[in-house]
């Protein structure tokens, strides 16, 4: 089944204590991006990626990394996270991320709580 | 750059009733624009797009949505609600950014409840 997906699901942590969250699709697609949405302010672009190590960052990239060495994972790294981080974020991909008429694919998404 | 407003943070039809979302978009090209549907606990899955084809576009579930250049809208639309139809819907816009990657803008979503 083509799919996006996304671990862990849900996560608590604490202020400063590094995590990644993962991401895979297993449709061969080129670009594949990540989001947060926060109630009120809809989805916003953290950082995308159009091939493998190549990487750029989106509208809210602050206290983020990401980085993109094989074309099917994509991972969120926050090394240091913080309370303001605490939202709920989306992985997506689409076949290669460069006409704005594709479809993008989202994986479930992931709950991140930070205390 | 582009934007989208979605007018109404929520909406509240009954059973059977007519769906009306808004979505307005700010574009000084032709763009492309979409409908995403997200239903509780899940990701997002598209709804519909417009990618200037016919105006009048069908999606999956019975939505459709009508562009129009005129007015920059691009409305969503369901003639019946079903109670299966309660989620968040957000309208977005495709734009091209340096490097030429597509990026979507998306609006802050329209949460929609059915009651019985």
């Known amino acids: 089944e083509a799919q996006v997906t996304q671990n862990p699901r849900y996560l608590i942590t604490v202020t400063g204590k590094k995590l990644t969250v993962t991401c895979s699709q297993n449709m061969n697609h080129e670009y594949m991006s990540w989001y947060r949405q926060d109630p009120g302010l809809g989805l916003r672009q953290i950082y995308y990626s159009m091939n493998v190590e190549v990487t750029d960052k989106g509208d809210v990239p602050e206290g983020y990394k990401v980085s993109r060495k094989e074309k099917r994972n994509f991972p969120l790294i926050l090394e240091s996270p913080s309370p303001n981080q605490t939202s709920l974020y989306f992985c997506?991909?689409?076949?290669?991320?460069?006409?704005?008429?594709?479809?993008?694919?989202f994986g479930p998404g992931t709950r991140l709580l930070v205390l | 750059a582009q934007s989208v407003t979605q007018l109404g943070s929520h909406v509240s039809v009954s059973e059977g009733a007519l769906v009306l979302l808004r979505c307005n978009y700010s574009s000084s090209v032709p763009p492309y624009l979409f409908w995403y549907v997200q239903y509780p606990n899940q990701g997002l899955q598209l709804l519909l797009k417009?990618?200037?084809?016919?105006?009048l576009v069908k999606g999956i579930n019975g939505f459709e949505a009508e562009f129009k250049k005129s007015e920059t809208s691009f409305h969503l639309t369901k003639p019946s609600a079903h109670m299966s139809d309660a989620a968040e819907y957000f309208c977005a816009v495709s734009d091209i950014v340096q490097g030429g990657s597509e990026k979507l803008v998306f609006g802050k979503g329209t949460k929609l409840t059915v009651n019985p």
């Open positions: 417009y990618t200037s084809a016919a105006t």
């Open positions: 997506a991909s689409s076949p290669r991320g460069t006409s704005g008429q594709e479809t993008q694919y």
